[in-house]
Nanobody, 125 residues
Framework: QVQLVESGGGLVQAGGSLRLSCAAS????????MGWFRQAPGKEREFVAG????????YYADSVKGRFTISRDNAKNTVYLQMNSLKPEDTAVYYC??????????????????WGQGTQVTVSS
């Protein structure tokens, strides 16, 4: 089993940047494909970005493509989400998640086995 803890959220003005981190304990993250999801008030949780076990394959929601970058440092057992050119519609609680089966391109939240507690990102206009 793996435990995930997100950090790096906060309040930022539109156009600004934040970097979220997802630190793992319990197992090495190299065993998992990783994903970032977000959930805004009154909305369903949605896929944001995903990353293969090696980090060689990345995939993004159309709404964040070109602005967000997912990466991993397996030596540090940490996954990152660099968010640039933030917009008010990016406001949400952001969650990282781990997929033990290591599926590439997986965007369904139900496919992920472990989740962090979330970190709030608020973008003001």
């Amino acid at each position: 089993q793996v435990q995930l803890v997100e950090s790096g959220g906060g309040l930022v003005q539109a156009g600004g940047s934040l970097r979220l981190s997802c630190a793992a304990s319990g197992r090495t993250l190299r065993m998992y494909a990783m994903g970032w999801f977000r959930q805004a008030p009154g909305k369903e949780r949605e896929f944001v970005a995903g990353l293969s076990r090696s980090g060689g394959s990345t995939y993004y929601a159309d709404s964040v493509k070109g602005r967000f970058t997912i990466s991993r440092d397996n030596a540090k057992n940490t996954v990152y989400l660099q968010m640039n050119s933030l917009k008010p519609e990016d406001t949400a609680v952001y969650y990282c998640a781990a997929d033990f089966q290591g599926r590439i391109g997986e965007r369904r939240s139900i496919a992920y086995d472990y989740w962090g507690q979330g970190t709030q990102v608020t973008v003001s206009s």
